[in-house]
């Protein structure tokens, strides 16, 4: 298991639609390892494929936050919300391609969403709270879309050049931005 470079905003990739995946295969249970280390290393709740520079349609969660539960990772390939709910939840959402910065998103609180998972079988299930949130918010990166999306463009363009300057200061020193 490898841990990823993350890519931070701005950057093409992380505006790109996703291609969807035929199947799944040894290649992409290895990428799926991977992409649950990143995340777990970050540490971060979810993680979505292109943000680490793979457009395939695929994303990895654990909303499991308190300590002693039991971690539940799940790998969604081609993950979709097939229903909503009309009642909205909002939450402060973040992004490990967007660190250290935060701000209110409003999106459906119920959501139910079908995938495959990376042994290849079928599974639809209905979410809520942060998990709903979760999956949205991952399956945006999917579409090239960021939470900072949601926001007004005053606000967006703040935080994207506040991200540049981020950008400059990593490639000063030396390390990999993405
Ligand atoms: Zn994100």
Known sequence: M???????????????????????????RALAKDMLETMYD?????????????????IVLDCVKEEGETPRPLVMLNPQVIASSDEKNVYEEGCLSIPEQFAEVERPRDVTVTWMDENGTA????????????????????????????????????????????????????????
């Open 42 to 58: 970050a540490p971060g709740i979810g993680l979505a494929a292109p943000q680490i520079g793979i457009l395939d349609r695929m």
């Open 123 to 178: 599974h639809q299930e209905d979410f809520d709270g942060l998990w709903a949130t979760c999956i949205q918010h991952e399956i945006d990166h999917l579409e090239g879309k960021l939470f900072i999306d949601y926001l007004r463009p005053l606000k967006r363009q703040m935080i994207t050049r506040k991200m540049q300057k981020l950008k400059r200061e990593l490639a000063r020193d030396g390390n990999d931005a993405g």
């Open 2 to 28: 490898t841990v990823r470079p993350i890519l931070i905003h701005p950057d093409p990739r992380l505006k790109k639609v996703a291609a969807p995946l035929e199947d799944s295969s040894d290649a992409i």
